[in-house]
RNA sequence: GGGGUCGUCGUUCAGCGGUUUAGGACAUCUGCCUGUCACGCAGAAGAUCGAGGGUUCGAAUCCCUUCGGCCCCGCCA
């Protein structure tokens, strides 16, 4: 008898698989099969060898005789964790009472009659068969393993079904998919570019996109009329939780449209998109809240709308009080916003000061409260407010019995900035998001502009190709300022995931807007005079949007970060923990590059 | 650039100035086990407590510095 000690690694040789290890059922009883995966477990009871055999789509529990082949057994004793095996064997009913309810091929199992080991595998640094947290630095040294295990498959597969779902409603709808160049002109407006030196001309760069923007303008220009692109953007800048320097948008562009048809063409795909792949039936249209709604009710531009609790101005509440914070704060032209929260007027003194901590973490000066009790109106500057301001304040807060009103009074965008941070936190601690609900709305009528206090300029709020509001373009020369931009934004969950506009077609306004945000004529020519040449050409008017399709998965999949939803994802020094990227390079190939490294 | 937080066998977690020879679970190794399915049982090996410095009779535990991970501010047209 063949005496086997260690493993040895053998070819597959001809050797097919036939089935998956997800989707052997009593129909194939019977039947021979050749299974091929990875071993997710391994029961070895002495006699009998139980072998979990995991692939991509399931799996299958295969069964070792030592009575039926004393050597194949004794060649499965071998197996350990995620080594690579083709098995052939039989498909066999379980005994009766031995079937596993919980996975789908637990009706069957494969009696082997043959096992070739076509890998092995040392002893893992994360363990894939469990589904236990495990530092991130460590799944991301080893993503390929991490990858492995079920949670990250069953994202990476949801993200793939939303890309082919995306591709799919584009096609049906008239759409072409085209690829814009990666090795672009670098433009230093905006986020900072990652640049990439060229040998053939030595002391120039091109830029990694940011965005596919000027290229799919010039689609538009060249009467492809409807563009999309699953588009890789980049940009040199820091990272966060929904943040990676490269990330992916669903980059479109349509001629001949207004605002309006953008955005119900991104409801329907969006309905359509999450009915295929999670089964979810998005209500549409989508809420639409202007920019100045937005902030005055929620504090920020992307509303958590899966909640209620909006901000209310209770500035008039306490007009008429004396005590100095309300009536400085108004004097100085500030207000006092609060919050309403049904119910919670019993909340203790502890509790409230917890609150008051809190809102002070978000930039507030003080958390104010009243809440009316079983025993009355309870608050500690209760007695600054007389009856009829109580009752204005109980009537703009709308307060029931037990329900209690905080309020921040400061200058206006710093209250709303808080009570907007404090909003989400309060939806949080009392766990008022309902979990596996998606909120989706759009953000409308932005500013076209904002002030920059520090170099005392205006800068576009979205980017400068952004057309003005039809109606609003008498202001551009009267008040930038007020002018507002055929621009919105998708919003969902509390993240933005998308924005777009309507933009600018002809020569003269673009000039105009370069103009407005300082940008000389010499420079706007050097930086975009081909765009501007383009639209003397007959450019169609057009708009489009990018809905960021990492950030939308990532709230499809319940994930908490970016980065699980990305294959290979950077750390937050935009470091690569698997292949260490970014390196230094040799001498030689800076030398090639005209490049010499300062190393200050 | 700034603030916060975490770092203990391969993994995960406990220990937070002295009954610690740093403990449990999983993984690994050895033995037993023929219907297990997070198999079970018995045993073994495995940790200079991220690194460096300090305080102390005594430091995984307190302090400082530093490195690394994460979260946030700035930044992200």
Known sequence: ????????????????????????????????????????????????????????????????????????????????????VAVTGTVHKRPPGTENPQIGTGQVDVIARELRILNTAKPLPLQVSEDQEVDEALRMKYRYLDLRRAGMQSIMHLRHRVTQSVRKFFDQEGFWEVETPLLIKSTPEGARDYLVPSRTNPGRFFALPQSPQIFKQLLMVAGFERYFQIARCLRDEDLRADRQPEFTQIDVEMSFVEQEDVLTLMERLFASVFQECLDYTLPIPFPRLTYKEAMEKYGNDKPELRFGLPILDVSDGVRESEFSVFSDTLAKGGSVKGISLPGKGGLSRKDLDGLGKLAESMGAKG?????????????????????????????LAALKPGDLLLMIADETSRALDCLGKLRVELGRRFDLIPRGKFAFAWIVDFPLFHYNEDTRQLEPQHHPFTSPLQ????????????????????????YEVGSGSIRIHQRPLQEKIFNLIGLSMEEAKEKFGFLMEAFEYGAPPHGG?????????????????????????????ANCLLTGAPVEVSEDQLKLLRIRVDQG
């Not at 600054?384 to 109980?394: A, D, F, G, H």
């Not at 009267?478 to 998708?490: G, H, Q, S």
């Open 367 to 395: 958390l104010l409260s009243y809440a009316l009790t079983d025993e009355g109106p309870k608050s500690s500057i209760l007695k600054y407010l007389s009856p009829s301001s109580q009752q204005k304040l109980q009537e």
């Open 471 to 494: 109606g609003d373009l008498d202001l551009l020369d009267k008040d930038p300022t007020r002018v507002r931009a055929a621009a919105y934004d998708l919003v969902l969950n509390g």
């Open 545 to 573: 949007i990018a809905p960021g399709l990492d950030r939308i998965v990532m709230i499809m999949a319940g994930a908490e970060t970016i980065r699980e939803v990305i294959a290979f994802p950077k750390n937050q020094n």
């Open 1 to 84: 008898m063949l005496e086997i000690t260690v493993p040895v690694m053998e070819p597959l040789s001809g050797l097919r698989r036939t089935h998956s290890c997800g989707e052997l059922t009593l129909e194939q009883v019977g039947r021979e099969v050749t299974l091929m995966g990875w071993v997710h477990r391994r029961r070895d009871l002495g006699g009998l060898i139980f072998i979990d055999l995991r692939d991509r789509v399931g799996i299958t529990q295969v069964v070792f005789n030592p009575q039926t082949d004393p050597v194949l057994h004794k060649k499965a004793g071998l197996l350990r964790g995620e080594f690579v």
